[in-house]
Protein backbone atom coordinates (compact mmCIF):
# COMPACT_ATOMS: atom_id res chain seq x y z
CA UNK A 1 0.00 0.00 0.00
CA UNK A 2 2.63 2.37 0.91
CA UNK A 3 4.46 1.68 -2.23
CA UNK A 4 1.36 2.27 -4.06
CA UNK A 5 0.97 6.04 -2.68
CA UNK A 6 4.94 6.63 -3.31
CA UNK A 7 4.73 5.42 -7.02
CA UNK A 8 1.53 7.90 -7.19
CA UNK A 9 3.11 10.71 -5.13
CA UNK A 10 5.59 10.28 -7.76
CA UNK A 11 3.47 10.44 -11.13
CA UNK A 12 2.61 14.14 -12.90
CA UNK A 13 0.33 12.29 -15.71
CA UNK A 14 -3.07 13.76 -15.80
CA UNK A 15 -4.47 10.57 -14.22
CA UNK A 16 -2.38 10.75 -11.33
CA UNK A 17 -3.53 14.16 -10.57
CA UNK A 18 -7.09 13.09 -10.66
CA UNK A 19 -6.18 10.13 -8.94
CA UNK A 20 -4.35 12.01 -6.08
CA UNK A 21 -7.67 14.38 -5.84
CA UNK A 22 -9.93 12.19 -5.70
CA UNK A 23 -7.37 10.36 -2.76
CA UNK A 24 -7.29 13.38 -0.66
CA UNK A 25 -10.74 14.10 -1.10
CA UNK A 26 -11.87 10.50 -0.10
CA UNK A 27 -9.07 11.23 2.76
CA UNK A 28 -10.24 14.63 4.09
CA UNK A 29 -13.88 12.90 3.94
CA UNK A 30 -12.75 10.18 5.99
CA UNK A 31 -10.65 12.77 8.01
CA UNK A 32 -13.26 15.17 8.92
CA UNK A 33 -15.60 12.56 10.05
CA UNK A 34 -13.31 11.03 12.66
CA UNK A 35 -12.43 14.53 13.79
CA UNK A 36 -15.89 14.94 14.42
CA UNK A 37 -17.07 12.12 16.25
CA UNK A 38 -13.47 12.29 18.73
CA UNK A 39 -14.33 16.15 18.82
CA UNK A 40 -17.28 15.05 21.59
CA UNK A 41 -15.85 11.22 22.30
CA UNK A 42 -12.16 12.18 23.10
CA UNK A 43 -11.70 14.06 26.26
CA UNK A 44 -8.26 15.21 24.59
CA UNK A 45 -9.59 16.47 21.44
CA UNK A 46 -12.31 18.12 23.54
CA UNK A 47 -10.26 20.36 25.56
CA UNK A 48 -8.71 21.68 22.19
CA UNK A 49 -11.68 23.03 20.66
CA UNK A 50 -13.47 24.24 24.09
CA UNK A 51 -12.77 27.54 24.12
CA UNK A 52 -13.36 28.09 20.32
CA UNK A 53 -17.05 29.97 20.25
CA UNK A 54 -20.05 28.55 18.82
CA UNK A 55 -20.50 28.80 14.91
CA UNK A 56 -16.21 29.11 15.15
CA UNK A 57 -15.30 27.72 11.44
CA UNK A 58 -12.32 26.49 9.78
CA UNK A 59 -11.15 25.06 6.36
CA UNK A 60 -8.57 23.71 5.26
CA UNK A 61 -7.79 23.45 1.35
CA UNK A 62 -5.54 22.47 -0.99
CA UNK A 63 -4.15 24.94 -3.17
CA UNK A 64 -4.93 26.13 -6.18
CA UNK A 65 -8.41 24.20 -6.91
CA UNK A 66 -8.10 20.98 -4.57
CA UNK A 67 -11.10 19.96 -2.09
CA UNK A 68 -11.35 21.19 1.45
CA UNK A 69 -11.92 20.01 4.74
CA UNK A 70 -14.45 22.31 6.45
CA UNK A 71 -15.67 22.10 10.55
CA UNK A 72 -17.66 24.13 12.12
CA UNK A 73 -18.18 24.27 15.92
CA UNK A 74 -21.99 23.51 17.21
CA UNK A 75 -22.08 22.60 20.80
CA UNK A 76 -19.82 20.28 22.22
CA UNK A 77 -18.59 19.44 18.65
CA UNK A 78 -16.92 20.68 15.52
CA UNK A 79 -19.16 19.37 12.74
CA UNK A 80 -18.19 18.15 9.25
CA UNK A 81 -19.61 20.45 6.57
CA UNK A 82 -18.05 18.55 3.97
CA UNK A 83 -15.08 18.86 1.29
CA UNK A 84 -15.73 22.26 -0.07
CA UNK A 85 -14.03 25.28 1.19
CA UNK A 86 -16.73 28.06 3.02
CA UNK A 87 -17.30 31.49 1.99
CA UNK A 88 -16.23 32.85 5.19
CA UNK A 89 -14.06 31.10 7.86
CA UNK A 90 -12.08 32.02 11.70
CA UNK A 91 -9.16 30.20 10.46
CA UNK A 92 -7.86 29.03 7.15
CA UNK A 93 -5.23 26.84 6.14
CA UNK A 94 -3.76 26.30 2.75
CA UNK A 95 -1.64 23.33 1.92
CA UNK A 96 0.18 24.62 -0.96
CA UNK A 97 -0.31 21.75 -3.82
CA UNK A 98 -1.95 18.45 -4.20
CA UNK A 99 1.31 16.57 -4.08
CA UNK A 100 1.74 18.05 -0.22
CA UNK A 101 -1.77 17.03 0.81
CA UNK A 102 -1.96 13.87 -0.98
CA UNK A 103 1.57 12.65 1.24
CA UNK A 104 0.07 13.80 4.43
CA UNK A 105 -3.50 11.95 4.06
CA UNK A 106 -1.59 8.50 2.35
CA UNK A 107 0.37 9.44 6.04
CA UNK A 108 3.87 9.77 4.10
CA UNK A 109 4.10 13.22 5.65
CA UNK A 110 2.84 14.22 9.03
CA UNK A 111 1.96 17.59 9.73
CA UNK A 112 4.94 19.13 11.55
CA UNK A 113 6.94 18.20 8.52
CA UNK A 114 4.58 19.98 5.96
CA UNK A 115 4.57 23.03 8.69
CA UNK A 116 8.57 23.15 9.25
CA UNK A 117 8.99 22.55 5.41
CA UNK A 118 6.49 25.94 4.63
CA UNK A 119 4.14 23.71 2.51
CA UNK A 120 1.32 25.08 4.07
CA UNK A 121 0.11 29.18 5.25
CA UNK A 122 -2.28 29.72 7.66
CA UNK A 123 -4.56 32.47 7.99
CA UNK A 124 -5.99 33.52 11.21
CA UNK A 125 -4.33 32.21 14.65
CA UNK A 126 -1.31 30.84 14.57
CA UNK A 127 -2.53 29.46 18.47
CA UNK A 128 -5.80 27.69 16.79
CA UNK A 129 -3.65 26.07 13.98
CA UNK A 130 -1.61 24.36 16.34
CA UNK A 131 -4.72 22.69 18.11
CA UNK A 132 -6.06 21.96 14.46
CA UNK A 133 -2.61 20.07 13.72
CA UNK A 134 -3.25 17.91 17.18
CA UNK A 135 -6.09 17.05 16.42
CA UNK A 136 -5.39 16.02 13.36
CA UNK A 137 -2.32 13.95 15.08
CA UNK A 138 -5.10 12.32 17.41
CA UNK A 139 -7.39 11.24 14.39
CA UNK A 140 -4.47 10.17 11.84
CA UNK A 141 -3.03 8.16 14.83
CA UNK A 142 -6.70 6.27 14.83
CA UNK A 143 -6.86 6.19 11.61
CA UNK A 144 -3.93 5.24 10.65
CA UNK A 145 -2.55 1.31 11.35
CA UNK A 146 1.49 2.10 13.76
CA UNK A 147 3.16 0.40 10.71
CA UNK A 148 2.09 4.01 8.65
CA UNK A 149 1.15 6.57 11.55
CA UNK A 150 5.04 6.37 12.21
CA UNK A 151 5.61 8.16 9.77
CA UNK A 152 3.30 10.67 10.28
CA UNK A 153 3.23 11.22 14.42
CA UNK A 154 6.50 12.29 16.46
CA UNK A 155 5.09 9.69 19.43
CA UNK A 156 3.31 6.54 18.30
CA UNK A 157 1.41 5.22 21.45
CA UNK A 158 2.56 1.56 22.36
CA UNK A 159 0.15 -1.23 21.35
CA UNK A 160 -2.74 -2.47 23.45
CA UNK A 161 -5.57 -4.19 23.34
CA UNK A 162 -7.61 -1.12 25.11
CA UNK A 163 -6.02 1.26 22.10
CA UNK A 164 -7.34 -1.42 19.84
CA UNK A 165 -10.51 -1.21 20.54
CA UNK A 166 -11.00 2.20 20.25
CA UNK A 167 -9.65 2.16 17.36
CA UNK A 168 -12.52 0.29 15.95
CA UNK A 169 -14.84 2.34 17.68
CA UNK A 170 -13.84 5.58 16.21
CA UNK A 171 -13.45 3.84 13.17
CA UNK A 172 -16.90 2.02 13.03
CA UNK A 173 -18.87 5.02 15.02
CA UNK A 174 -17.00 7.62 13.68
CA UNK A 175 -15.88 7.37 10.07
CA UNK A 176 -18.92 4.08 8.94
CA UNK A 177 -21.96 5.20 11.07
CA UNK A 178 -21.30 8.85 11.85
CA UNK A 179 -22.87 8.61 15.36
CA UNK B 1 21.74 13.65 6.50
CA UNK B 2 19.88 16.01 4.15
CA UNK B 3 16.07 16.54 4.74
CA UNK B 4 13.75 15.21 1.90
CA UNK B 5 12.97 18.88 1.03
CA UNK B 6 13.96 22.19 2.21
CA UNK B 7 13.35 25.70 1.11
CA UNK B 8 15.84 28.49 2.01
CA UNK B 9 15.60 32.13 0.92
CA UNK B 10 18.00 35.19 2.68
CA UNK B 11 18.32 38.13 -0.42
CA UNK B 12 19.22 40.53 2.04
CA UNK B 13 22.48 42.02 0.88
CA UNK B 14 24.79 42.63 4.06
CA UNK B 15 27.19 45.16 4.34
CA UNK B 16 28.99 44.74 7.20
CA UNK B 17 32.34 46.00 8.80
CA UNK B 18 34.34 49.29 9.59
CA UNK B 19 32.47 52.71 8.45
CA UNK B 20 29.23 49.90 6.75
CA UNK B 21 27.41 52.94 7.62
CA UNK B 22 28.77 55.29 4.81
CA UNK B 23 27.82 52.92 2.37
CA UNK B 24 24.35 53.48 3.06
CA UNK B 25 23.52 56.68 0.76
CA UNK B 26 24.96 54.43 -2.57
CA UNK B 27 22.49 51.71 -1.41
CA UNK B 28 19.70 53.93 -1.34
CA UNK B 29 20.34 55.77 -4.56
CA UNK B 30 20.61 51.78 -6.10
CA UNK B 31 17.29 51.55 -4.59
CA UNK B 32 15.80 54.58 -6.19
CA UNK B 33 14.91 55.81 -2.77
CA UNK B 34 16.21 59.68 -1.65
CA UNK B 35 14.14 60.64 1.17
CA UNK B 36 14.10 57.60 3.96
CA UNK B 37 12.11 57.87 7.28
CA UNK B 38 14.14 56.42 10.32
CA UNK B 39 12.52 54.18 12.86
CA UNK B 40 14.35 54.62 16.10
CA UNK B 41 14.49 54.67 19.71
CA UNK B 42 15.09 56.84 22.72
CA UNK B 43 17.67 54.44 23.36
CA UNK B 44 19.41 55.08 20.17
CA UNK B 45 19.34 58.72 20.33
CA UNK B 46 20.99 59.08 23.83
CA UNK B 47 23.83 56.56 23.21
CA UNK B 48 24.76 58.57 20.07
CA UNK B 49 24.24 56.31 17.54
CA UNK B 50 21.81 58.21 15.67
CA UNK B 51 24.15 60.99 15.39
CA UNK B 52 26.53 58.53 13.88
CA UNK B 53 24.20 56.97 11.02
CA UNK B 54 22.93 61.27 10.22
CA UNK B 55 26.90 61.72 9.80
CA UNK B 56 26.92 59.11 7.39
CA UNK B 57 24.67 60.91 5.08
CA UNK B 58 27.02 64.16 4.80
CA UNK B 59 27.49 65.18 1.25
CA UNK B 60 24.73 62.71 0.06
CA UNK B 61 21.70 63.29 -1.81
CA UNK B 62 20.06 61.64 0.45
CA UNK B 63 17.53 64.18 2.78
CA UNK B 64 16.10 62.51 5.27
CA UNK B 65 12.67 63.65 5.29
CA UNK B 66 11.13 62.40 9.20
CA UNK B 67 12.65 60.34 12.15
CA UNK B 68 10.77 58.80 14.58
CA UNK B 69 12.29 58.13 17.90
CA UNK B 70 9.55 56.83 20.20
CA UNK B 71 9.72 53.49 19.52
CA UNK B 72 8.61 51.35 22.60
CA UNK B 73 9.62 48.13 23.81
CA UNK B 74 7.00 46.30 22.45
CA UNK B 75 5.98 47.40 18.76
CA UNK B 76 2.32 48.28 18.92
CA UNK B 77 -0.44 48.85 16.35
CA UNK B 78 -0.79 52.24 17.76
CA UNK B 79 3.16 53.17 17.05
CA UNK B 80 2.97 51.35 13.35
CA UNK B 81 -0.06 53.59 12.43
CA UNK B 82 1.77 57.02 14.08
CA UNK B 83 4.71 55.73 11.91
CA UNK B 84 2.73 55.62 9.03
CA UNK B 85 0.90 58.96 9.12
CA UNK B 86 4.53 60.76 9.55
CA UNK B 87 5.68 58.46 6.20
CA UNK B 88 2.83 59.63 4.10
CA UNK B 89 2.97 63.64 5.70
CA UNK B 90 6.80 64.00 4.81
CA UNK B 91 6.34 61.92 1.28
CA UNK B 92 9.05 59.43 1.93
CA UNK B 93 10.07 56.69 0.01
CA UNK B 94 11.75 54.33 2.32
CA UNK B 95 12.87 52.74 5.76
CA UNK B 96 15.76 53.06 7.87
CA UNK B 97 15.60 51.32 11.13
CA UNK B 98 18.00 51.83 13.77
CA UNK B 99 18.01 49.53 16.32
CA UNK B 100 16.99 46.11 18.17
CA UNK B 101 14.16 44.05 17.61
CA UNK B 102 11.09 46.00 18.51
CA UNK B 103 12.46 48.66 16.09
CA UNK B 104 13.34 46.92 13.38
CA UNK B 105 9.23 45.14 13.83
CA UNK B 106 8.13 48.27 13.91
CA UNK B 107 9.97 49.16 10.77
CA UNK B 108 8.34 45.61 8.91
CA UNK B 109 4.98 46.77 10.13
CA UNK B 110 4.62 50.44 8.89
CA UNK B 111 6.27 49.10 5.47
CA UNK B 112 3.37 46.09 5.50
CA UNK B 113 1.12 49.40 5.91
CA UNK B 114 2.69 51.84 3.71
CA UNK B 115 3.48 49.29 1.27
CA UNK B 116 0.22 47.59 0.82
CA UNK B 117 -1.68 50.50 0.45
CA UNK B 118 -3.60 49.71 3.56
CA UNK B 119 -5.17 51.26 6.50
CA UNK B 120 -5.50 47.69 8.62
CA UNK B 121 -2.10 45.73 9.20
CA UNK B 122 -4.35 42.82 10.45
CA UNK B 123 -5.74 41.96 7.02
CA UNK B 124 -2.63 40.68 6.33
CA UNK B 125 -1.40 38.90 9.46
CA UNK B 126 -0.82 35.17 9.50
CA UNK B 127 1.80 33.33 6.82
CA UNK B 128 2.40 34.70 3.07
CA UNK B 129 -0.33 37.35 3.11
CA UNK B 130 1.82 40.12 1.70
CA UNK B 131 0.92 40.53 -2.22
CA UNK B 132 2.71 43.40 -3.05
CA UNK B 133 6.58 44.33 -3.13
CA UNK B 134 7.34 46.12 -0.08
CA UNK B 135 9.25 49.82 -0.15
CA UNK B 136 13.46 49.85 0.69
CA UNK B 137 14.03 48.83 4.14
CA UNK B 138 17.11 49.07 5.49
CA UNK B 139 18.18 47.69 8.99
CA UNK B 140 21.10 48.89 11.35
CA UNK B 141 20.61 46.57 14.03
CA UNK B 142 22.10 48.50 17.41
CA UNK B 143 21.94 44.58 19.29
CA UNK B 144 23.47 41.32 18.74
CA UNK B 145 20.51 38.90 19.02
CA UNK B 146 17.49 38.92 17.50
CA UNK B 147 19.07 38.21 14.10
CA UNK B 148 15.92 40.31 12.65
CA UNK B 149 17.60 41.97 9.90
CA UNK B 150 18.10 38.85 7.89
CA UNK B 151 14.28 37.23 9.15
CA UNK B 152 11.12 37.63 7.59
CA UNK B 153 8.48 37.82 10.60
CA UNK B 154 7.41 40.62 12.30
CA UNK B 155 5.49 40.77 15.59
CA UNK B 156 3.71 43.51 16.60
CA UNK B 157 1.12 43.97 19.88
CA UNK B 158 -2.57 44.70 19.39
CA UNK B 159 -2.72 45.88 22.57
CA UNK B 160 -6.63 47.40 22.46
CA UNK B 161 -7.56 42.95 22.13
CA UNK B 162 -4.32 42.13 24.36
CA UNK B 163 -3.01 39.45 21.26
CA UNK B 164 0.23 39.61 19.27
CA UNK B 165 -0.13 39.75 15.60
CA UNK B 166 2.71 37.74 13.85
CA UNK B 167 3.42 38.06 10.24
CA UNK B 168 5.51 36.48 8.29
CA UNK B 169 6.53 36.80 4.41
CA UNK B 170 9.40 36.88 2.07
CA UNK B 171 8.42 39.71 1.32
CA UNK B 172 9.24 41.43 4.64
CA UNK B 173 12.91 40.59 4.38
CA UNK B 174 15.28 44.16 4.55
CA UNK B 175 16.64 44.70 1.75
CA UNK B 176 20.07 45.94 3.32
CA UNK B 177 21.86 45.14 6.47
CA UNK B 178 23.92 47.05 8.20
CA UNK B 179 26.71 45.45 10.61
CA UNK B 180 28.67 48.42 11.48
CA UNK B 181 30.58 47.87 14.61
CA UNK B 182 30.32 51.03 16.14
CA UNK B 183 26.68 50.86 16.33
CA UNK B 184 26.89 47.47 19.39
CA UNK B 185 29.32 49.42 21.31
CA UNK B 186 27.56 51.17 23.97
CA UNK B 187 25.52 47.71 24.40
CA UNK B 188 25.38 47.56 28.19
CA UNK B 189 27.00 44.07 29.78
CA UNK B 190 23.35 42.92 30.15
CA UNK B 191 21.87 43.04 27.17
CA UNK B 192 25.09 42.02 25.63
CA UNK B 193 24.93 38.35 27.44
CA UNK B 194 21.32 37.92 26.97
CA UNK B 195 20.95 38.87 23.19
CA UNK B 196 24.18 36.66 22.92
CA UNK B 197 22.76 33.50 24.81
CA UNK B 198 19.39 34.68 22.22
CA UNK B 199 21.40 34.40 19.25
CA UNK B 200 23.17 31.48 20.47
CA UNK B 201 19.47 29.91 20.98
CA UNK B 202 18.47 30.49 17.49
CA UNK B 203 21.57 28.60 15.88
CA UNK B 204 21.16 25.61 18.20
CA UNK B 205 17.65 25.15 17.61
CA UNK B 206 18.24 25.83 13.94
CA UNK B 207 20.64 22.93 13.56
CA UNK B 208 18.52 20.61 15.70
CA UNK B 209 14.88 21.41 14.43
CA UNK B 210 12.30 19.67 11.87
CA UNK B 211 13.52 22.11 8.98
CA UNK B 212 17.64 22.04 9.20
CA UNK B 213 18.97 21.70 6.10
CA UNK B 214 22.73 22.25 4.59
CA UNK B 215 22.57 25.83 4.43
CA UNK B 216 21.31 26.61 7.67
CA UNK B 217 23.53 24.32 9.36
CA UNK B 218 26.56 26.49 8.00
CA UNK B 219 24.66 29.54 8.77
CA UNK B 220 24.05 28.08 12.45
CA UNK B 221 27.35 26.34 13.05
CA UNK B 222 29.66 29.75 12.33
CA UNK B 223 27.57 31.46 14.41
CA UNK B 224 28.09 28.96 17.34
CA UNK B 225 31.36 29.24 16.77
CA UNK B 226 31.64 32.95 16.87
CA UNK B 227 29.38 32.90 20.26
CA UNK B 228 31.40 30.80 21.90
CA UNK B 229 34.67 32.14 20.94
CA UNK B 230 33.42 36.01 21.69
CA UNK B 231 30.40 36.40 23.86
CA UNK B 232 32.07 36.01 27.16
CA UNK B 233 35.04 38.41 26.53
CA UNK B 234 32.99 41.05 24.59
CA UNK B 235 30.34 40.66 28.35
CA UNK B 236 33.80 41.25 30.36
CA UNK B 237 35.32 44.02 27.93
CA UNK B 238 32.54 45.67 25.87
CA UNK B 239 34.63 48.09 24.13
CA UNK B 240 36.56 45.21 22.26
CA UNK B 241 35.40 46.16 18.41
CA UNK B 242 36.49 42.98 17.08
CA UNK B 243 34.55 40.87 19.65
CA UNK B 244 31.73 42.61 19.16
CA UNK B 245 31.94 42.52 14.77
CA UNK B 246 31.86 38.92 15.87
CA UNK B 247 28.80 38.95 17.94
CA UNK B 248 26.75 41.09 15.20
CA UNK B 249 27.76 38.79 12.54
CA UNK B 250 26.93 35.63 14.38
CA UNK B 251 23.47 37.15 15.38
CA UNK B 252 22.67 37.33 11.64
CA UNK B 253 23.82 34.59 11.20
CA UNK B 254 22.05 32.93 13.31
CA UNK B 255 18.79 34.72 12.15
CA UNK B 256 19.70 33.83 8.74
CA UNK B 257 19.88 30.11 9.97
CA UNK B 258 16.46 30.24 11.99
CA UNK B 259 14.17 32.51 9.70
CA UNK B 260 14.93 29.47 7.17
CA UNK B 261 14.92 26.27 9.60
CA UNK B 262 12.42 27.57 12.51
CA UNK B 263 12.69 27.33 15.95
CA UNK B 264 11.68 24.65 18.80
CA UNK B 265 10.25 24.47 22.38
CA UNK B 266 12.87 26.66 23.98
CA UNK B 267 11.52 30.11 22.27
CA UNK B 268 7.63 28.26 22.20
CA UNK B 269 8.53 28.38 26.16
CA UNK B 270 10.81 31.49 26.10
CA UNK B 271 7.57 33.15 23.89
CA UNK B 272 5.69 32.13 26.94
CA UNK B 273 7.60 33.34 29.90
CA UNK B 274 7.61 36.72 27.97
CA UNK B 275 3.75 37.21 27.45
CA UNK B 276 3.44 35.62 31.29
CA UNK B 277 5.75 37.02 33.26
CA UNK B 278 7.64 39.66 30.87
CA UNK B 279 11.09 37.56 31.32
CA UNK B 280 13.17 39.46 28.61
CA UNK B 281 13.34 37.06 25.65
CA UNK B 282 17.24 36.35 25.74
CA UNK B 283 17.02 36.07 29.38
CA UNK B 284 14.51 33.24 29.02
CA UNK B 285 16.35 32.13 26.12
CA UNK B 286 19.80 31.41 28.40
CA UNK B 287 17.67 29.92 31.02
CA UNK B 288 15.79 27.62 29.12
CA UNK B 289 18.52 26.35 26.82
CA UNK B 290 20.08 23.18 28.50
CA UNK B 291 17.16 22.35 30.04
CA UNK B 292 15.02 21.93 26.66
CA UNK B 293 18.19 20.30 25.52
CA UNK B 294 18.19 17.97 28.29
CA UNK B 295 14.74 16.74 27.27
CA UNK B 296 15.62 16.39 23.48
CA UNK B 297 18.65 14.54 24.37
CA UNK B 298 17.04 10.94 23.63
CA UNK B 299 16.32 12.57 20.08
CA UNK B 300 19.05 14.66 19.33
CA UNK B 301 22.33 13.13 21.16
CA UNK B 302 24.20 13.00 17.76
CA UNK B 303 23.02 16.45 16.91
CA UNK B 304 24.28 17.69 20.15
CA UNK B 305 27.88 15.84 19.77
CA UNK B 306 28.40 17.28 16.60
CA UNK B 307 27.81 20.97 18.23
CA UNK B 308 31.23 20.40 21.01
CA UNK B 309 33.42 21.18 17.84
CA UNK B 310 32.48 24.88 17.43
CA UNK B 311 31.33 25.12 20.91
CA UNK B 312 34.77 24.29 22.66
CA UNK B 313 37.10 23.82 19.33
CA UNK B 314 39.09 21.37 17.81
CA UNK B 315 41.61 20.45 20.62
CA UNK B 316 38.76 19.60 23.44
CA UNK B 317 36.57 18.34 21.14
CA UNK B 318 39.06 15.64 19.94
CA UNK B 319 40.20 15.43 23.52
CA UNK B 320 35.85 14.30 24.12
CA UNK B 321 35.09 10.68 23.80
CA UNK B 322 32.24 10.60 21.38
CA UNK B 323 29.91 8.85 23.79
CA UNK B 324 30.42 11.94 25.97
CA UNK B 325 30.25 15.03 23.16
CA UNK B 326 26.20 15.83 23.40
CA UNK B 327 26.83 15.95 27.16
CA UNK B 328 29.77 17.87 26.98
CA UNK B 329 27.82 20.46 24.73
CA UNK B 330 24.89 21.20 27.77
CA UNK B 331 27.54 21.30 30.26
CA UNK B 332 29.60 24.06 28.23
CA UNK B 333 26.27 25.66 28.00
CA UNK B 334 25.41 25.39 31.34
CA UNK B 335 29.21 26.65 32.22
CA UNK B 336 28.97 29.50 30.22
CA UNK B 337 25.81 30.26 31.53
CA UNK B 338 27.61 30.68 35.10
CA UNK B 339 30.13 32.93 33.57
CA UNK B 340 27.60 35.09 32.22
CA UNK B 341 26.22 35.28 35.34
CA UNK B 342 29.00 36.42 37.48
CA UNK B 343 30.05 38.92 34.78
CA UNK B 344 27.11 40.60 34.10
CA UNK B 345 24.33 39.32 36.99
CA UNK B 346 22.14 37.41 33.83
CA UNK B 347 19.85 34.74 35.78
CA UNK B 348 20.26 31.09 35.19
CA UNK B 349 16.96 30.34 36.86
CA UNK B 350 13.11 31.27 36.01
CA UNK B 351 12.96 32.11 39.96
CA UNK B 352 15.72 34.69 39.33
CA UNK B 353 14.20 35.85 36.19
CA UNK B 354 11.06 36.87 38.61
CA UNK B 355 9.00 33.94 37.24
CA UNK B 356 6.85 32.28 39.93
CA UNK B 357 5.46 28.73 40.46
CA UNK B 358 1.61 29.55 40.48
CA UNK B 359 2.61 30.74 36.66
CA UNK B 360 3.58 27.60 35.51
CA UNK B 361 0.27 26.94 34.43
CA UNK B 362 -0.83 30.18 32.34
CA UNK B 363 3.00 29.92 30.96
CA UNK B 364 2.46 25.92 29.88
CA UNK B 365 -0.98 26.60 28.11
CA UNK B 366 0.60 29.25 26.16
CA UNK B 367 3.69 27.86 25.52
CA UNK B 368 1.52 24.15 24.08
CA UNK B 369 -0.04 26.87 21.40
CA UNK B 370 3.13 28.46 20.36
CA UNK B 371 3.94 28.10 16.39
CA UNK B 372 7.29 26.85 17.81
CA UNK B 373 6.43 24.20 19.38
CA UNK B 374 5.69 22.46 16.04
CA UNK B 375 9.21 21.76 14.70
CA UNK B 376 10.97 20.69 17.86
CA UNK B 377 12.13 17.15 17.13
CA UNK B 378 10.27 15.68 19.85
CA UNK B 379 6.86 15.78 20.68
CA UNK B 380 5.87 18.21 23.63
CA UNK B 381 3.29 18.04 26.35
CA UNK B 382 1.87 20.43 28.56
CA UNK B 383 3.00 18.25 31.27
CA UNK B 384 6.79 17.96 29.80
CA UNK B 385 6.33 22.03 29.79
CA UNK B 386 5.48 22.01 32.97
CA UNK B 387 8.52 19.80 33.64
CA UNK B 388 11.09 21.87 32.29
CA UNK B 389 9.47 24.69 33.88
CA UNK B 390 9.88 23.08 37.13
CA UNK B 391 13.95 21.72 36.21
CA UNK B 392 14.52 25.57 35.39
CA UNK B 393 13.41 26.90 37.92
Excluded at chain 1, 23 to 47: H, N, P, Q
Excluded at chain 1, 146 to 170: A, G, T, W
Excluded at chain 2, 28 to 39: R, Y
Excluded at chain 2, 122 to 144: C, E, N, S, W, Y
Amino acid sequence: MTNLFTTLSNGFSPVSLLTKKAVVKTGFFALGRVLEYLSYADESIKAEHENWPEGYKFYMKVLPKGPSLSMEKKGEKMVFLGTKELDKADMVVEVKNIDTAFKMITAQLGAHHVYAQHKIGVIGNVSDSMKLIRMIYAAEDYMFPPVMSKNVLKNVEDFSVQRLIKRFRVLIFGLVLKK
Amino acid sequence: MLPEYYEFYNPVKINAGEQALETMAYELGLMGAKNPIIITDKGIVAAGLLKIVLNSFADSEIKINAIFEETPPDSSLEVVNQIVSLFYKNSCDSIIAIGGGSVIDTAKGVNIVVSEGTNDIRLFMGADRLKTPQKPLIVVPTTAGTGSEVTLVAVISDVQNNVKLPFTSNLLLPRLAILDPRMTMSLPAKITAATGMDALTHAVEAYTCLQKNPLSDAHAWMAIKLISENLLATVKNGSNKQTRFALANASMMAGAAFSNSMVGAVHAIGHACGAVAHVPHGVAMSILLPYVMEFNFDKLEQLYAELLLPLVGAEKYAKTFSSQRARASIAYIRDLKAQLYEAAALPVTLSQAGIKKEQFEMISNKAIDDGAILPNPKEVTKQDILQILENAF
